[in-house]
């Protein structure tokens, strides 16, 4: 089928040929979706024309590897290859959720604006993108692991050194933690990389707020171009806490915008405060 632009496989099982034949059967494909496809062990995507793909993997293969020269959409999930190779140099918008991997190699994206990235070794996954200039929309997401492994530690500044020119950036809770942690331990204190920083969204919980003001005044100080900061509290945080919280960081940066909402696993964000 020469002509076939799009295809979806869901729940189904290939073998590693199987995925060659697809490959060699419809080279005009555009859009292609693999969701919960198992059985697969070193797979490989080689589609010259392939513009957007979806694949989650069900289960855990050796490798894998993407080979799509005008690939400009990419959502791939996968737990822990060995090793894990894209060359998708015309990527633009890429979700990427892994949990580890042994090796990563990823060509040079030369146009890549909306990046979002979850891992259990995140700080590792961050340091895989030899140059993140290009990136506009940045939003991260640190993994809980399910065995225990020794990591890179994320931290907000070597974050922001690999994606310099970043204007949105959302913390999703367990990476707002780790950058948390990682400012009370001197993260930030001598580093002033922030200034393209316009929109800041963040999902936090508070278990002191003398501990979490600190790290929120201290991205406020270093964000000169900051318009607008929104907050997602955690539901179970008391409420006085939360009014505190709201309370000080208002009247300390009036200047800026800021959003109140409420955050809880599994649901989705709830926004009761637009800013003004």
Not at 22 to 42: M, T
Not at 47 to 74: E, G, R
Not at 247 to 258: E, G, K, L, V, Y
């Amino acid at each position: 089928m020469p002509t076939l632009i799009y295809l979806t496989l869901e729940f189904v099982r290939l073998e590693d040929e199987d995925l060659m034949k697809i490959n060699e059967c419809f080279p005009s494909l555009q859009v292609l979706n693999l969701v919960g496809v198992g059985g697969l062990k070193d797979p490989k995507i080689n589609l010259l024309h392939l513009k957007t793909c979806l694949w989650t993997a069900s289960n855990a293969p050796v490798s894998l590897a993407i080979f799509a020269p005008k690939l400009v959409k990419l959502k791939l999930k996968c737990v822990k290859p060995k090793s894990l190779v894209l060359e998708t140099p015309l990527l633009s918008d890429f979700h990427f959720s892994l949990e580890k991997a042994n090796e990563v190699r990823l060509k040079e994206f030369q146009i890549l604006k909306n990046l979002q990235l979850e891992s259990s070794s995140l700080g590792s996954l961050i340091r895989k993108f030899c140059s993140g200039n290009t990136v506009k929309k940045l939003k991260v997401n640190s993994l809980k692991s399910a065995e225990p492994v020794k990591v890179t530690k994320f931290c907000l500044g070597t974050l922001l050194d690999i994606f310099p020119n970043v204007n949105s950036l959302t913390l999703c809770p367990r990476a707002w933690s780790e950058a948390e942690t990682c400012f009370h331990k001197g993260g930030l204190e001598s580093w002033s990389g922030m200034k393209k920083v316009k929109e800041f969204i963040a999902h936090l919980v508070v278990d002191d707020i003398d501990v979490t003001l600190p790290f929120i005044f201290s991205i406020l100080n270093k964000c000169s171009n900051l318009s607008d900061m929104a907050l997602l509290i955690h539901h179970e945080v008391d409420s006085s806490i939360a009014s505190n919280l709201i309370s000080r960081c208002t009247a300390d940066h009036p200047r800026i915008r800021w959003r109140w909402g409420v955050w809880k696993e599994g649901a989705e964000d709830i926004w009761v405060s637009v800013g003004i």
